[in-house]
């Protein structure tokens, strides 16, 4: 069973850096799908960004040119989502998440990230913005 715990969250300025950090354990697929979601309160849940096993990324417009998603996959996984230029709207819980054998798949949806197929989810990191 893929278990996925998140880290870095907590609460910087308008402008300010965080990393996020989501460790997956017992993820042994061959192919790779993660990605990273939020929710802010009252808000749905959205797509922020995914990394595929070939090393392509998607992210979702508005954080695009902020924030960048990579991974270590030099024991465990390790899905790191890094956010520069923070801004208030930003403020949600952050979620990673992972997709059986990889398979998942992506769509725009007027400039919005749609992620089909994720079925591990973390419990997720508060991130706070102040401005």
């Known amino acids: 069973q893929v278990q996925l715990a998140e880290s870095g969250g907590g609460s910087v300025q308008s402008g300010g850096s965080l990393t996020l950090s989501c460790e997956a354990s017992?993820?042994?697929?061959?192919?790779?799908?993660m990605g990273w979601f939020r929710q802010a309160p009252g808000q749905e849940r959205e797509a922020v960004a995914v990394?595929?096993?070939?090393?392509?990324?998607?992210y979702t417009d508005s954080v695009k040119g902020r924030f960048t998603i990579s991974k270590d996959m030099s024991k465990n996984i390790i899905l790191y989502l890094q956010m520069n230029n923070l801004k208030p709207e930003d403020t949600a819980t952050y979620s990673c998440?992972?997709?059986?054998?990889?398979?998942?798949?992506?769509?725009?949806?007027?400039?919005?990230?749609?992620?089909?197929?994720?079925?591990?989810w973390g419990k997720g990191t508060l991130v706070t913005i102040s401005s």
């Open positions: 990394l595929f096993s070939d090393g392509s990324t998607s």
């Open positions: 998440a992972a997709a059986p054998g990889g398979s998942c798949y992506t769509a725009n949806n007027d400039g919005k990230l749609e992620v089909y197929g994720l079925n591990y």
């Open positions: 017992e993820y042994t697929y061959n192919k790779f799908c």
